[in-house]
């Protein structure tokens, strides 16, 4: 006889948390984290499809303590604290089974298993097909004829359902003596003692010899096995305990009814917003439905007011601040309007006004009135360009949202504003256009309006973010760091740094001459003249002509790549002279001819642009040009430094770098013992490092070991591979994994460290430095071999490269204050790496020394010493 009713009953906390450990920590555009929510939605859609359900319930656990706390204090004691990232996701989880309509269900005292047990029970009349769906196997206790239960295996959709018959195959054992098998085994995952000893194997042979636990207890002089029997003999008592524990009550006391689960399936209309809201795109096109639901939120209505005369009550404290220039280069850049929004509202004021207000330009100079802003940075310099030195930076929305969730682009306020789900500001593009077409609109009403939704936006956001970089005890690193960095960027920005450009001609030419005679050289060996720039003319002449092995091929024939020619060193005495025409041509090309398109010719200097919200480790980098990847390792790319010098004659180029800073943090992390005391005692750390891993003494340490030891130093905590290492060293992967274990075992606590990071970033989804810079890591928990593998390494490196980042990052604030309070002349140029560079007068050469070496070194306070090394001459390269 067909069964009328179709019951569904869901273990809302198991599947939760199965889908936020299965999924990567996803955050939608407002930075809420939704991997657990989307995984349930995820299986939920699918039972409902498959199962069409005429009832359906989810329970969820009602608290930590339950009845079975009574009978054993310590029940599920031991269990790790429910990660935040998944806690703040049940609330959604909640407000989904509301928009589907699908009735949720919690009781005091009780688990959710309580709830289940007791529904199914109620529906043990013969007219319910009633089926469980859990990640916990517990639940199986409670098949019967009429009652599937379905596991959730690997991720949230793939299942396995069990039948009486199934659970009998699984175990050999009925559904009910699960309970009998969980008294005799325990649970640890519950913390269920059961009996000491007694495996899941054991457990079942006696209770299919024996039936249940109580006649396995009655039997004890039966059973074969001395141990055995002195293990049940001591732990009866525990036994029968564990058992009761495991037991899944299906009297619990609810107040739901099987009728009050009927489901008539949900409306799209009231699961659309919220997959919306949540960002759930592929689930949106899933369900199809109303288009007028899917398109764009028509932007809110914005009253605001284009200024003709700058009225007091304008210009108050707090305020948002918009400066607006178009073009890359702010230097001496046009404004080309402003706006300001506050308490008061929002108001564009057109430049032409601005530059004419007094008023204004005070109010813009007054340390005393709070400017909220994005890129404080460009518009300080911007402004400066016009003789007005902007004060009063309260806070910077883009900076704020960099250090809350640095893997999202923040080029601009529309940027910030999509991630907290404000969609009030149009992108530059809409309004200005792109590349040559880039320009300002016709109708100055348009760029009114964009200007003051930026200023409304900005306005509206910051006491949000502000909140939340204290909810992440984040505050000081962004009011005490990130903030006073962007003005002492901004004053080297300006500044900029003195290059010589006949210096710069002078070497192109000398590299022209190098080049022409490594191409002759490279068309002799050939016997033929070619073009050497192109890949196929390459690719004939190395693997037809002088029949060398072709190591990779492409679509469009050999690959000429530098990682094949570095393979093919050796073989002919081409391949080194190709693979120095290359360096030398790039050299050329991009760092010659590119800081020469870049000097200014009325001062003879460039001014690099430091982009503070780039990297996801903290690191500061910069552009236009790029000083940090001019290739220093190649002789001739280190003679580049010969044309940066000071800007007034007789001055200096002073240069300090930190000593194997990163080490340095490492040591301090892991706290292992062997790397703190290298740095302690001053040691060599290479050295060291070669001392523990050869077992050797330091005199016995070759020039070869240090070199293995430090490839290694620098290379182990990026998760260097055996195959990596060989590489690095030219050695073969069994050996290059030996001397890696060899590391690990002289040095526990930075294995400790690295197990630590991994496991750390698996529970919470990020990593943090020391001053609380955050790193979220969303595959580290992916199926995927590689990208998880990825987030690993990274899991170990970004504790360091972000702490070494913000170490010397926290140096710049503190030296550009000693700076001005030492009244000296000397003045921060340029940050590169690990190293600062400064212009000084030969007369302040030993106080500047002084001052660099104590700020640098006491910057942050580690458990080994900091060390910088300092060098002066009369151009960056003297003073390396």
Known sequence: ???????????????????????????????????????????????????????????????????????????????????????????????????????????????????????????????????????????????????????????????????????????????????????????????????????????????????????????????????????????????????????????????????????????????????????????????????????????????????????????????????????????????????????????????????????????????????????????????????????????????????????????????????????????????????????????????????????????????????????????????????????????????????????????????????TSLEKDIHELAGVSFNINSPKQLGEILFEKLDLPPVKKTKTGYSTSVDVLEKLEGKHEIINKILIYRQLGKLRSTYIEGLLKVVKEDTGKIHTRFNQVLAQTGRLSSIDPNLQNIPIRLEAGRKIRHAFVASQPGWKILAADYSQIELRVLAHISQDENLMEAFKTEMDVHTKTAMDVFHVEESEVTSEMRRHAKAVNFGIVYGISDYGLSQSLGITRKEAGEFIASYLDSFPGVQQYMKDSVSEAKQKGFVSTLLHRRRYLPEINSRNFNLRSFAERTAMNTPIQGTAADIIKKAMVDMDQRLIDEKLEAKMLLTVHDELIFEVPENELQKLEEIVCEVMESAVELDVPLKVDVNWGDSWFEAK
């Open 1 to 515: 006889m067909a069964k009328t009713n179709k019951l569904v009953l869901i273990d809302g906390n198991s599947i939760a948390y199965r889908a936020f450990f299965a999924l990567p920590l996803l955050n939608n555009d407002k930075g809420v984290y939704t991997n657990a929510v989307y995984g349930f939605t995820q299986m939920l859609l699918k039972i409902l499809e498959d199962e069409k359900p005429t009832h359906i319930l989810v329970a969820f656990d009602a608290g930590k303590t339950t009845f079975r706390h009574k009978t054993f204090g310590e029940y599920k004691g031991g269990r790790q604290k429910t990660p935040p990232e998944l806690s703040e996701q049940f609330p959604f989880i909640r407000q989904l089974l509301d928009a589907f309509k699908i009735k949720r269900y919690e009781l005091e005292n009780y688990e959710a298993d309580d709830i289940i047990g007791t529904l199914a029970s109620y529906a043990a009349d013969g007219n319910w097909d009633v089926k469980v769906f859990t990640g916990d196997k517990d639940l199986l206790q409670l098949v019967t004829p009429d009652v599937e239960v379905v596991l959730t295996r690997k991720g949230i959709t793939e299942v396995e359902a069990y039948t009486v018959e199934q659970v009998n195959e699984r175990y050999g054992i009925t559904p009910h003596q699960i309970i009998d098998m969980k008294g005799l085994m325990g649970d640890p995952s519950d913390n269920i003692p059961g009996v000491p000893g007694v495996g899941e194997k054991t457990a079942i042979k006696l209770i299919k010899q024996y039936g249940t636990i109580e006649k396995v207890l009655d039997s004890i002089d039966e059973i074969s096995g001395a141990k055995l029997k002195e293990r049940l003999t001591e732990n009866k008592e525990q036994a029968i305990m564990s058992k009761e524990l495991a037991t899944i009550t299906k009297e619990a006391p609810i107040e739901v009814s099987l009728e009050e689960t009927n489901y008539d399936g949900y409306e799209t209309s009231s699961v659309f917003p919220l997959f919306k809201e949540l960002g759930f795109n592929s689930l949106l096109e899933r369900l199809g439905g109303d288009d007028e639901i899917l398109q764009d939120e028509e932007k809110e209505e914005l009253n605001f007011k284009t200024v003709t005369k700058i009225e007091a009550d304008m210009l108050k404290s707090p305020s948002s601040l918009i400066v607006e220039t178009l073009t890359e280069d702010y230097h001496k850049a046009k404004i080309h309007g402003y706006a300001v929004s506050n308490d008061a509202g929002t108001f564009y004021i057109p430049s032409s006004l601005a530059d004419q207000s007094e008023e204004f330009q005070e109010w813009l100079q007054d340390e005393n009135q709070k400017k909220r802003m994005f890129d404080a940075k460009r518009a300080h310099v911007a402004l400066h360009g016009q003789g007005i030195l902007l004060n009063g930076i309260d806070f910077d929305i883009q900076l704020a949202s960099y250090l809350l969730n640095p893997s999202e682009s923040l080029d601009e306020v529309a940027d910030v504003a999509k991630q907290y789900g404000k969609s009030n500001v149009d992108v530059n593009e809409a309004v200005y256009g792109k590349g040559a077409k880039k320009k300002l609109p016709e109708d100055e009403a348009v760029l009114a309006e964009h200007l003051s939704r930026k200023a409304y936006t900005v306005f509206e956001l910051s006491d949000l973010l502000d909140e939340k970089l204290k909810e992440n005890e984040q505050s000081d690193l962004f009011y005490q760091l990130e903030m006073p960095l962007a003005l002492v960027l901004a004053k080297m920005e300006e500044f900029g740094v003195k290059v010589k450009s006949d210096t710069l001609q002078k070497m192109g030419a000398d590299l022209d001459i190098q080049l």
